[in-house]
């Protein structure tokens, strides 16, 4: 198979499954012709939009050609003043004029990738297209890189446009991209949300006019990622079309699905043109983001696939690439600020030994005076009243007891109450004829000077290579306020000249980017981070929504996922450790509470869930996700060689739906097996109904009952099934829920937030 093929001035790029077409017209535009399956390259002129006569208003291209109008041309870049009134891709103003006429000059392929100038790209591409075109009134050149992933089945766009002229012009907007694509019944499904509320899907049907999505807020943001997905309204998660988006980008960002009158979809994205005015001066570039394009007709889950297999072979990078990442406990959730040196080895690190755990990670509150969030911010001296020793001595310690050790920082921020503040005023980032705004009572430092970056860099290099660090949680916690769209961009070269500073050359530490939870979820951080802290939210119901959100776009093996404590600290709702279990499962697992607080009982079941997710955890981060959307309950299925099923119930009903098990991509001729992972029940689920098993009559709600609860469970009904892959893939029947009948142990036990995981193994 020929990757990019040129021939009759038509360009054919190839995929596995994907043909992507456009070809240079008469007057040397690059006419888009063709997104989606595979077709012929001779296939052009059929599957072009035929503009044979002039419509109503529009404006001719040419004098002498009446039938020409741009308008109603699909582009490959959309620009304005010569007919197009699409929204256009470009917006550059030189001498008062906005127009500009990219025309085809030359094109070059080449074998692999050409790198972002000062921007994170992906890498290992197969070849690349460099398509040169030219505005000859105005001087400026653009040139359009499209690089093929013929695997992966995803195609990368982005733009660079030159000042060929000797004048200097005002740059507002350079879109990464612009796909005009011609569908009937489009259906964007964006993912938006708030911190605690990460991409929550949101789709809306697209309608004639425009419907954007983007930050403004200085990071990638919780508020709407940038990823994003069009479907046909008839499309499922296992059947139909779809075109996924994303930006290789961690700032403000935008992306726009415009449908014209002639129900053209122009659809782009790039860097916010909010605020944003870059002086172009005579001979200088300027480069887009890099933009991730794909496109299924199986379904949702297949486009979500693609966007898998890419992130984990060509975006994510270091010795953890496609490495199983280790099981964490994280000092948050359990102490905050609030420790000592004692209470991090005693409660925390032995306990975690003794479970299971891998890697102990302190986060925030080692430094400075760092006892609130008021504090501290910059400095990188250890607080030795609650690590006496230092970070050197904490860190042999619990390698000695046999786990890793990561520590968390803010290096993007600091705290006017420092000692970094009181000698270094200037790095703060303020407009300084206003007075501050705080957020989180912290200011960001100007990672637009080059003195500040190295203090970051001179800082976080020492804390690693002297403490032996192997892990980095690196946050950032608050929005980016007052400042102008190109600032922020120069802001986010920054931190990436500082994130490849200190990472590229040690490939050994593992890096989870965190940005208070999910505001920073994004590709442009995955090139450095291998994972990232999904979400402040760790309730697992509203994780269920977070985590189901992100797959969409990101592999498992990018999502950080913690138990936490019950009832949940924010939604302040009890939910069985078992299924705050089955949804962490489902990513990068940790802990984030107070080991010492668990009880006899969960901790044996602790003990077997770590036990267990290692045991498969290959599975758990790299196996094929879906997400299922046949029954009531939200379905997590993931699969390599062996298939890990999880029905999540939300409300119980007294008289509950017979519910099925739906698999994926299963052999049809093929007999499996499918048991339910063994679990216990606390006793006082249970209530009264205690008194039925008991001997003695106990008060469910006293003593006895709260003590046995702490040492003994019930165990749940380990259910059995053997099927053939196509009934599988049909959809078996499971045993009865209880319903207060009557039990027996074929009968599953619901409970509110409760969960069942179920392991799949093919019958030799
Ligand atoms: C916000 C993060 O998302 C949390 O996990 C934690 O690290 C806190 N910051 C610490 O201040």
């Given at each position: 198979?020929?990757?990019?093929?040129?021939?009759?001035?038509?360009?054919?790029?190839?995929?596995?499954?994907?043909?992507?077409?456009?070809?240079?017209?008469?007057?040397?535009?690059?006419?888009?012709?063709?997104?989606?399956?595979?077709?012929?390259?001779?296939?052009w002129?059929?599957?072009?939009?035929?503009?044979?006569?002039?419509?109503?208003?529009?404006?001719?291209y040419?004098?002498?050609?009446?039938?020409?109008?741009?308008?109603?041309?699909?582009?490959?870049?959309?620009?304005?003043?010569?007919?197009?009134?699409?929204?256009?891709?470009?917006?550059?103003?030189g001498?008062?004029?906005?127009?500009?006429?990219?025309?085809?000059?030359?094109?070059?392929?080449?074998?692999?990738?050409v790198?972002?100038?000062?921007?994170?790209?992906?890498?290992?591409?197969?070849?690349?297209?460099?398509v040169?075109t030219?505005?000859?009134?105005?001087?400026l050149?653009?040139?359009?890189?499209?690089?093929?992933?013929?695997?992966?089945?995803?195609?990368?766009?982005?733009?660079?446009?030159?000042?060929?002229?000797?004048?200097?012009?005002?740059?507002?907007?350079?879109?990464?991209?612009?796909?005009?694509?011609?569908e009937?019944?489009?259906?964007?499904?964006?993912?938006?949300?708030?911190?605690?509320?990460?991409?929550?899907?949101?789709?809306?049907?697209?309608?004639?006019?425009?419907?954007?999505?983007?930050?403004?807020?200085?990071?990638?943001?919780?508020?709407?990622?940038?990823?994003f997905?069009?479907?046909?309204?008839?499309?499922?998660?296992?059947?139909?079309?779809?075109?996924?988006?994303?930006?290789?980008?961690?700032?403000?960002?935008?992306?726009?699905?415009?449908?014209?009158?002639?129900?053209?979809?122009?659809i782009?994205?790039?860097?916010?043109?909010?605020?944003?005015?870059?002086?172009?001066?005579?001979g200088?570039?300027?480069?887009?983001?890099?933009?991730i394009?794909?496109?299924?007709?199986?379904?949702?889950?297949?486009?979500?696939?693609?966007?898998?297999?890419?992130?984990?072979?060509?975006?994510v990078?270091?010795?953890?690439?496609?490495?199983?990442?280790?099981v964490l406990?994280?000092?948050?959730?359990?102490?905050?600020?609030?420790?000592?040196?004692?209470?991090?080895?005693?409660?925390?690190?032995?306990?975690?030994?003794?479970?299971?755990?891998?890697?102990?990670?302190?986060?925030d509150?080692?430094?400075?005076?760092?006892?609130?969030?008021?504090?501290?911010?910059?400095?990188?001296?250890?607080?030795?009243?609650?690590?006496?020793?230092?970070?050197?001595?904490?860190?042999?310690?619990?390698h000695?007891?046999?786990?890793?050790?990561?520590?968390?920082?803010?290096?993007?921020?600091?705290?006017?109450?420092?000692?970094?503040?009181?000698?270094?005023?200037?790095?703060?980032?303020?407009?300084?004829?206003?007075?501050?705004?705080?957020?989180?009572?912290e200011?960001?430092?100007?990672?637009?000077?080059?003195?500040?970056r190295?203090?970051?860099?001179?800082?976080?290099?020492?804390?690693?290579?002297?403490?032996?660090?192997?892990?980095?949680?690196?946050?950032?916690n608050?929005?980016?306020?007052?400042?102008?769209?190109?600032?922020?961009?120069?802001?986010?070269k920054?931190?990436?000249?500082?994130?490849?500073?200190?990472f590229?050359?040690?490939?050994?530490?593992?890096?989870?980017s965190?940005?208070?939870?999910?505001?920073?979820?994004?590709?442009?951080?995955?090139?450095?981070s291998?994972q990232?802290?999904?979400?402040d939210?760790?309730?697992?119901?509203?994780r269920?929504?977070?985590?189901?959100?992100?797959?969409?776009?990101?592999?498992?093996?990018?999502?950080?996922?913690?138990?936490?404590?019950?009832?949940?600290?924010?939604?302040?709702?009890?939910?069985?450790?078992?299924?705050?279990?089955?949804?962490?499962?489902y990513g990068?697992?940790g802990?984030?509470?107070?080991?010492?607080?668990l009880?006899r009982?969960?901790?044996?079941?602790v003990?077997?869930?770590?036990?267990?997710?290692?045991?498969?955890?290959?599975?758990?981060?790299y196996?094929?996700?879906?997400?299922g959307?046949q029954d009531?309950?939200?379905?997590?299925?993931?699969?390599d060689?062996?298939?890990?099923?999880?029905?999540?119930?939300?409300?119980?009903?007294?008289v509950?739906?017979?519910?099925?098990?739906?698999?994926?991509?299963?052999?049809?001729?093929?007999?499996?097996?499918?048991?339910?992972?063994?679990?216990?029940?606390?006793?006082?689920?249970?209530?009264?109904?205690?008194?039925?098993?008991?001997?003695?009559?106990?008060?469910?709600?006293?003593?006895?009952?709260?003590?046995?609860?702490?040492?003994?469970?019930?165990?749940?009904s380990?259910?059995?099934?053997?099927?053939?892959?196509?009934?599988?893939?049909?959809?078996?029947?499971?045993?009865?829920?209880?319903?207060?009948?009557?039990?027996?142990?074929?009968?599953?036990?619901?409970?509110?937030?409760?969960?069942?995981?179920?392991?799949?193994?093919?019958?030799?």
């Amino acid at each position: 198979m020929n990757i990019i093929d040129f021939k009759d001035n038509v360009f054919l790029l190839s995929t596995k499954e994907t043909s992507y077409l456009f070809r240079v017209d008469k007057y040397g535009h690059l006419e888009h012709i063709h997104y989606g399956p595979k077709v012929r390259m001779e296939d052009w002129d059929a599957l072009s939009l035929k503009h044979k006569i002039l419509f109503g208003s529009t404006v001719m291209y040419h004098e002498r050609d009446d039938i020409m109008t741009l308008d109603s041309v699909a582009q490959e870049y959309g620009s304005y003043g010569q007919g197009d009134f699409k929204e256009a891709s470009i917006e550059i103003e030189g001498n008062g004029s906005y127009t500009c006429d990219f025309r085809y000059v030359s094109h070059e392929i080449v074998e692999g990738n050409v790198p972002v100038k000062d921007l994170p790209s992906s890498y290992g591409a197969a070849q690349t297209l460099i398509v040169h075109t030219a505005d000859d009134i105005n001087g400026l050149k653009l040139d359009l890189y499209y690089s093929v992933y013929p695997e992966e089945d995803v195609i990368s766009r982005r733009a660079v446009l030159i000042n060929g002229s000797r004048k200097t012009f005002t740059l507002h907007r350079l879109m990464s991209y612009c796909l005009d694509l011609f569908e009937k019944d489009l259906v964007m499904m964006d993912f938006s949300g708030a911190w605690d509320k990460e991409t929550h899907l949101n789709e809306k049907e697209l309608k004639q006019g425009t419907y954007t999505i983007g930050s403004r807020v200085g990071f990638s943001s919780a508020k709407c990622n940038p990823g994003f997905l069009i479907r046909r309204k008839d499309t499922t998660e296992d059947h139909g079309k779809a075109w996924g988006f994303n930006l290789v980008y961690s700032g403000n960002h935008y992306s726009s699905v415009s449908k014209d009158e002639y129900s053209i979809h122009r659809i782009q994205g790039g860097i916010s043109p909010e605020r944003f005015h870059s002086e172009l001066k005579a001979g200088q570039s300027f480069e887009t983001p890099e933009a991730i394009l794909t496109f299924s007709d199986r379904g949702l889950n297949h486009l979500s696939h693609h966007f898998h297999d890419f992130i984990n072979e060509h975006i994510v990078r270091s010795d953890w690439k496609k490495k199983e990442r280790p099981v964490l406990i994280n000092s948050w959730e359990g102490f905050g600020f609030d420790f000592k040196k004692d209470d991090l080895i005693r409660k925390l690190a032995r306990n975690a030994v003794s479970l299971g755990m891998e890697l102990f990670v302190l986060d925030d509150g080692w430094f400075g005076r760092r006892n609130s969030d008021k504090r501290g911010l910059g400095d990188y001296n250890c607080n030795i009243r609650k690590i006496p020793g230092g970070i050197s001595s904490l860190s042999s310690e619990i390698h000695k007891l046999g786990l890793l050790f990561g520590i968390w920082v803010e290096p993007e921020a600091i705290n006017v109450d420092s000692k970094l503040y009181e000698n270094h005023p200037e790095y703060a980032l303020w407009e300084k004829d206003r007075p501050p705004f705080y957020g989180r009572n912290e200011l960001l430092m100007d990672l637009t000077n080059p003195e500040v970056r190295d203090y970051i860099v001179d800082n976080v290099s020492r804390l690693i290579d002297d403490n032996k660090v192997d892990y980095i949680k690196w946050d950032m916690n608050r929005m980016m306020n007052a400042v102008s769209g190109e600032y922020n961009h120069e802001y986010l070269k920054g931190l990436y000249d500082v994130l490849g500073r200190l990472f590229l050359p040690r490939p050994w530490v593992l890096f989870e980017s965190c940005s208070s939870g999910g505001n920073r979820f994004d590709l442009g951080m995955l090139c450095y981070s291998p994972q990232i802290w999904s979400s402040d939210d760790t309730d697992p119901i509203e994780r269920i929504d977070i985590q189901k959100g992100l797959s969409y776009l990101y592999p498992l093996s990018t999502m950080g996922a913690h138990v936490s404590q019950s009832p949940h600290m924010q939604t302040l709702r009890a939910t069985p450790l078992e299924t705050r279990f089955n949804v962490s499962a489902y990513g990068c697992l940790g802990y984030e509470l107070d080991l010492s607080l668990l009880s006899r009982l969960e901790r044996i079941e602790v003990a077997k869930q770590i036990a267990f997710y290692k045991q498969h955890r290959h599975t758990f981060q790299y196996g094929r996700f879906y997400r299922g959307d046949q029954d009531e309950y939200e379905t997590f299925e993931v699969k390599d060689d062996e298939t890990m099923i999880t029905k999540f119930r939300r409300i119980v009903h007294a008289v509950p739906v017979y519910d099925k098990l739906y698999l994926h991509d299963l052999d049809d001729e093929k007999v499996y097996r499918i048991e339910s992972k063994p679990y216990l029940h606390n006793l006082k689920q249970f209530g009264h109904l205690i008194n039925f098993v008991s001997p003695v009559k106990l008060n469910s709600e006293g003593k006895i009952v709260d003590t046995l609860s702490k040492i003994k469970g019930m165990e749940a009904s380990i259910q059995t099934y053997e099927a053939s892959g196509a009934a599988l893939k049909s959809g078996i029947y499971l045993n009865n829920l209880f319903l207060g009948t009557g039990y027996n142990d074929n009968v599953r036990i619901p409970l509110d937030y409760g969960s069942d995981m179920y392991e799949v193994k093919e019958i030799q």
